[in-house]
């Protein structure tokens, strides 16, 4: 099994920054050999892929986040981190830690942001 756990949403003014955390554990995955991941799904729309760190580090990220996301990883405490600045409205959305070792997808419960004045 394996468990996902996100932190770190909250409220925020537009221009603010936060710091999303996800914690991995469990006996099913190898966290330094897989690729991790950070959804989000706003009110009314499907979830969509934010951004993605590979066992070796490299990343890629939505055109809608590039420039003011940074995704990242520490290996010694099987956790992954979004750090989020320039926030905007349109980022409200519930943030969700993703990842899919031998071809079944696990999930975070959830962080939600808010961005709002």
């Known amino acids: 099994q394996v468990q996902l756990v996100d932190t770190g949403g909250g409220l925020v003014q537009p221009g603010g920054s936060l710091n999303l955390s996800c914690a991995v554990s469990?006996?099913?995955?190898?966290?330094?050999?897989?690729?991790m991941d950070w959804y989000r799904q706003a009110p009314g729309k499907q979830r969509e892929l934010v951004a993605s760190?590979?066992?070796?580090?490299?990343?890629n990220y939505a055109d809608s986040v590039k420039g003011r996301f940074t995704i990242s990883r520490d290996n010694a405490k099987s956790t992954v981190y979004l750090q989020m600045n320039s926030l905007k409205p349109q980022d409200t959305a519930v943030y969700y830690c993703?990842?899919?070792?031998?071809?079944?997808?696990?999930w975070g419960q959830g962080t939600e942001v808010t961005v709002s004045s």
């Open positions: 469990g006996s099913g995955i190898i966290f330094t050999l897989t690729t």
């Open positions: 760190i590979s066992s070796g580090g490299g990343t």
């Open positions: 993703h990842t899919r070792p031998s071809f079944r997808d696990y």
